[in-house]
């Protein structure tokens, strides 16, 4: 079983604290915990993180005792330092104490190579050494599709920030393959993570990563398991009307989550998942979602 926390709230900092109160975890103590956010572009969420989200994320991680905190992150396709500009993340890591890493500017030797049994990657990938070799690794995601072939891009999707895309060929092979979204997955299998927290107060329903048909979702994702994470944030994208890709048959068929599955690194069944709830409009939330699993 894996816990999942789902809070329904408008409130971002609410959303963020209800998570970690929820999971009762606290993986960050002592430790030196890599954040990683979902900066394809400074466009406002879900396109990118929001900041009153990653604020208030750090906030708590330096309250429950962190040792030191990086934000490590490549964006992808708008430049990483002018997004980096554009979002105030330096300002941000002055006010409140962290470090920043463009692994966009991070040499070869920075990287190693991660070669999965039985994966789809041609010659393997390129991966950063940063979350490979962290002692907690703690990422932020948004809950939206994908219109450019993984058709949704939740917890597993924003690993693709970790393999490099400048004078490569990894994003080339990867958006060009019919094995997309087992590529996705392939890639989380790369590494550790210990806490996934999801921002859907707006969702993209379609199109995304950069643009789509907004909506309202009002809701906050947690836990420590992706595949329970992205299941949970395929049902609510189906609960409020999304693409055919999105909607089409049982959850745990949707080829990320598939892929997933047969790699080991979460549950295998909706049954695995254990929803915490802190109000009665999440567990009414939790009930749909618990429909569409199981449908």
């Not at 927290?197 to 199109?207: L, N």
């Not at 693409?243 to 909706?270: H, N, Y």
């Amino acid at each position: 079983m894996t816990k999942v926390a789902v809070i329904s709230t408008s409130d971002r900092v609410y959303g963020v604290n209800m998570s970690f109160d929820l999971l009762s975890i606290n993986p960050v103590d002592g430790k030196n915990v890599v954040l990683k956010p979902n900066f394809n572009t400074a466009d406002p969420p879900p396109a990118s993180t929001s900041m009153e989200t990653l604020r208030q994320i750090i906030v708590k991680i330096k309250e429950m005792g962190a040792k030191s905190l990086t934000i490590a992150e490549r964006c992808g396709p708008a430049d990483t330092e002018e997004t980096f500009r554009k979002k105030g993340l330096y300002e941000l890591s002055e006010e409140l104490g962290f470090r920043v890493v463009n692994l966009s500017a991070q040499p070869v030797d920075d990287y190693v190579m991660k070669r999965i049994e039985g994966a789809h990657w041609k010659d393997g990938f390129l991966f950063s050494k940063i979350y490979d070799e962290a002692e907690c690794v703690v990422e932020t995601c948004c809950l939206k599709t994908h219109q450019y072939g993984g058709h949704f891009t939740l917890s597993m999707k924003n690993a693709t920030g970790l393999v490099p895309r400048e004078g490569y060929e990894y994003m080339k092979e990867l958006h060009g393959s019919k094995h997309q979204r087992k590529m996705i997955a392939e890639i989380n299998a790369a590494y550790k993570w210990d806490l996934v927290i999801m921002d859907g107060v707006v969702s993209f329903v379609d199109g995304g990563p950069m643009a789509g048909t907004r909506k309202q979702s009002n809701v906050f994702v947690a836990g420590t398991d992706k595949i329970a994470i992205d299941a949970t944030g395929v049902a609510i994208l189906r609960m409020l009307g999304t693409t055919p890709e999105v909607s089409k048959g049982p959850v745990f068929e949707q080829e990320q989550i598939a892929r997933a599955v047969e790699l080991g690194f979460g549950i295998s069944s909706p049954d695995e998942i254990e929803f915490l709830t802190d109000s009665p409009e999440s567990e009414s939330m939790v009930a749909r979602i618990r429909t569409e699993l199981s449908s």
